[in-house]
């Protein structure tokens, strides 16, 4: 492969990398505007739906 095609998908994976989810901004708004306890409870209700769709 050219190195130009490493170099590329290098800088996407790192953009992808950094750039937050809509669950983390959904947190982060969450918490900023309502507080820790919001944020929390947020990240539970968000892990609960994960572990449920896991199941």
Excluded: K
């Excluded at 750039?19 to 209700?45: C, E, K, M, W, Y």
């Amino acid at each position: 492969m050219p190195i130009t095609l490493w170099l590329a998908f290098l800088g996407a994976s790192l953009l992808l990398a950094i750039a937050p989810g809509p669950d983390n901004l959904f947190v982060l708004t969450q918490s900023a505007v309502h507080g820790a306890r919001a944020g929390i409870t947020v990240v539970l209700g968000l892990c609960t739906g994960l572990v449920l769709q896991t199941i």
